[in-house]
Protein backbone atom coordinates (compact mmCIF):
# COMPACT_ATOMS: atom_id res chain seq x y z
CA UNK A 1 0.00 0.00 0.00
CA UNK A 2 2.94 2.44 0.62
CA UNK A 3 3.82 1.71 -3.11
CA UNK A 4 0.25 2.68 -3.95
CA UNK A 5 0.26 5.60 -1.73
CA UNK A 6 3.87 6.62 -3.03
CA UNK A 7 2.40 6.65 -6.52
CA UNK A 8 -0.91 8.78 -5.81
CA UNK A 9 1.27 11.17 -2.92
CA UNK A 10 4.27 11.54 -5.67
CA UNK A 11 2.40 12.61 -8.45
CA UNK A 12 0.50 15.42 -6.38
CA UNK A 13 3.42 16.23 -4.70
CA UNK A 14 5.73 16.74 -8.34
CA UNK A 15 2.68 19.93 -9.14
CA UNK A 16 2.20 21.51 -5.74
CA UNK A 17 5.89 21.71 -4.18
CA UNK A 18 -18.34 -6.86 6.46
CA UNK A 19 -20.31 -8.79 5.01
CA UNK A 20 -23.91 -9.41 4.55
CA UNK A 21 -25.80 -6.75 2.79
CA UNK A 22 -28.29 -6.06 5.37
CA UNK A 23 -31.46 -7.81 3.25
CA UNK A 24 -34.10 -9.97 4.91
CA UNK A 25 -32.92 -13.56 4.84
CA UNK A 26 -29.53 -12.77 3.67
CA UNK A 27 -26.87 -14.95 4.60
CA UNK A 28 -24.25 -14.04 5.77
CA UNK A 29 -20.69 -15.19 4.21
CA UNK A 30 -18.73 -18.06 5.04
CA UNK A 31 -15.28 -16.75 6.25
CA UNK A 32 -12.50 -17.86 4.00
CA UNK A 33 -9.42 -20.20 4.61
CA UNK A 34 -6.68 -17.76 5.02
CA UNK A 35 -4.96 -18.88 2.00
CA UNK A 36 -7.95 -18.15 0.00
CA UNK A 37 -8.12 -14.52 2.08
CA UNK A 38 -4.86 -13.90 0.95
CA UNK A 39 -4.81 -14.78 -2.03
CA UNK A 40 -8.07 -12.81 -3.07
CA UNK A 41 -6.71 -9.64 -1.28
CA UNK A 42 -3.60 -9.72 -3.00
CA UNK A 43 -5.28 -9.81 -5.88
CA UNK A 44 -7.48 -6.99 -5.17
CA UNK A 45 -4.09 -5.00 -4.75
CA UNK A 46 -2.89 -5.58 -7.91
CA UNK A 47 -5.60 -5.07 -9.44
CA UNK A 48 -5.43 -1.63 -7.54
CA UNK A 49 -1.93 -1.33 -8.42
CA UNK A 50 -2.93 -1.71 -11.91
CA UNK A 51 -5.34 1.23 -11.42
CA UNK A 52 -3.09 4.03 -9.78
CA UNK A 53 -0.77 2.72 -13.21
CA UNK A 54 -3.61 3.97 -15.49
CA UNK A 55 -4.84 6.78 -13.78
CA UNK A 56 -4.30 9.81 -15.36
CA UNK A 57 -1.32 12.33 -13.70
CA UNK A 58 -2.39 15.71 -12.97
CA UNK A 59 -0.85 18.41 -15.62
CA UNK A 60 -1.25 21.30 -13.63
CA UNK A 61 -1.28 22.59 -9.88
CA UNK A 62 -5.43 22.51 -10.88
CA UNK A 63 -5.41 19.06 -11.24
CA UNK A 64 -4.44 17.97 -7.76
CA UNK A 65 -7.35 18.11 -6.44
CA UNK A 66 -8.82 15.99 -9.18
CA UNK A 67 -6.03 13.71 -9.45
CA UNK A 68 -6.30 13.06 -5.27
CA UNK A 69 -10.52 12.91 -5.31
CA UNK A 70 -10.09 9.95 -7.80
CA UNK A 71 -7.18 8.17 -6.28
CA UNK A 72 -9.28 8.62 -2.74
CA UNK A 73 -12.41 7.27 -4.14
CA UNK A 74 -10.17 4.28 -5.59
CA UNK A 75 -8.86 3.71 -2.52
CA UNK A 76 -12.48 3.58 -0.22
CA UNK A 77 -13.98 1.36 -3.38
CA UNK A 78 -10.94 -1.42 -2.86
CA UNK A 79 -10.82 -0.64 1.48
CA UNK A 80 -14.65 -1.71 0.82
CA UNK A 81 -14.08 -4.85 -1.61
CA UNK A 82 -11.44 -5.80 1.26
CA UNK A 83 -14.21 -5.34 3.81
CA UNK A 84 -16.38 -7.69 1.53
CA UNK A 85 -13.99 -10.69 2.01
CA UNK A 86 -14.70 -12.49 5.29
CA UNK A 87 -11.53 -12.82 6.88
CA UNK A 88 -11.00 -16.13 8.42
CA UNK A 89 -10.92 -15.66 12.70
CA UNK A 90 -7.46 -16.15 13.22
CA UNK A 91 -6.14 -13.30 11.02
CA UNK A 92 -9.68 -10.81 11.40
CA UNK A 93 -8.40 -8.34 13.98
CA UNK A 94 -4.96 -7.98 12.01
CA UNK A 95 -7.19 -7.34 8.50
CA UNK A 96 -9.26 -4.74 11.01
CA UNK A 97 -6.42 -3.03 12.02
CA UNK A 98 -4.84 -2.87 8.45
CA UNK A 99 -8.56 -1.22 6.82
CA UNK A 100 -8.68 0.85 10.18
CA UNK A 101 -4.91 2.44 8.69
CA UNK A 102 -5.77 2.72 5.35
CA UNK A 103 -9.27 4.12 6.18
CA UNK A 104 -7.72 6.68 8.38
CA UNK A 105 -4.89 7.34 5.93
CA UNK A 106 -7.21 7.89 3.14
CA UNK A 107 -9.87 10.13 5.05
CA UNK A 108 -7.06 12.63 5.07
CA UNK A 109 -6.62 13.03 1.33
CA UNK A 110 -9.19 15.74 1.49
CA UNK A 111 -7.09 17.80 3.94
CA UNK A 112 -4.44 17.09 1.40
CA UNK A 113 -6.25 18.45 -1.69
CA UNK A 114 -7.22 21.35 0.44
CA UNK A 115 -3.83 21.69 1.10
CA UNK A 116 -2.68 21.64 -2.84
CA UNK A 117 -5.66 23.69 -3.36
CA UNK A 118 -4.36 26.23 -0.95
CA UNK A 119 -0.52 26.10 -1.71
CA UNK A 120 0.62 25.15 1.51
CA UNK A 121 3.41 23.28 1.44
CA UNK A 122 3.59 22.89 5.50
CA UNK A 123 0.39 21.20 5.21
CA UNK A 124 1.17 19.26 2.33
CA UNK A 125 4.08 17.56 4.22
CA UNK A 126 2.49 17.56 7.61
CA UNK A 127 -0.78 15.83 5.88
CA UNK A 128 1.31 13.26 3.44
CA UNK A 129 3.37 12.46 7.04
CA UNK A 130 0.56 11.43 8.50
CA UNK A 131 -0.92 9.37 5.75
CA UNK A 132 2.82 7.94 4.81
CA UNK A 133 2.26 6.56 8.81
CA UNK A 134 -0.86 5.02 8.76
CA UNK A 135 0.05 3.21 5.21
CA UNK A 136 3.15 2.28 6.78
CA UNK A 137 1.32 0.93 9.64
CA UNK A 138 -1.22 -0.61 7.36
CA UNK A 139 1.87 -2.26 5.22
CA UNK A 140 3.26 -3.81 8.40
CA UNK A 141 -0.22 -5.56 9.00
CA UNK A 142 -0.54 -6.57 5.93
CA UNK A 143 2.99 -7.97 5.42
CA UNK A 144 2.83 -10.13 8.77
CA UNK A 145 -0.24 -11.64 7.17
CA UNK A 146 1.02 -12.54 4.00
CA UNK A 147 -0.67 -9.68 1.76
CA UNK A 148 2.84 -9.29 0.26
CA UNK A 149 1.10 -7.60 -2.84
CA UNK A 150 -0.14 -5.27 -0.86
CA UNK A 151 2.69 -4.54 1.63
CA UNK A 152 5.84 -2.62 0.44
CA UNK A 153 8.43 -4.27 2.54
CA UNK A 154 11.52 -2.10 1.93
CA UNK A 155 11.91 1.27 2.88
CA UNK A 156 9.77 4.53 2.12
CA UNK A 157 11.00 7.62 1.50
Request: hydrophobic share 40%; net charge negative; glycine share 8%.
Amino acid sequence: MTKIFGLVMLSAVLFVGCSGDGGNGAEEKQALTKAEYIEQANDACADLEDQFKNLEQPQSADDVEGFVNESQERLEAFIADLRELKAPEDIADEVETMLGKLDEGTSKFAQYAEAAQEQDAEAIDATTRQIREDFEAADKVASSIGLDRCANPGPTT
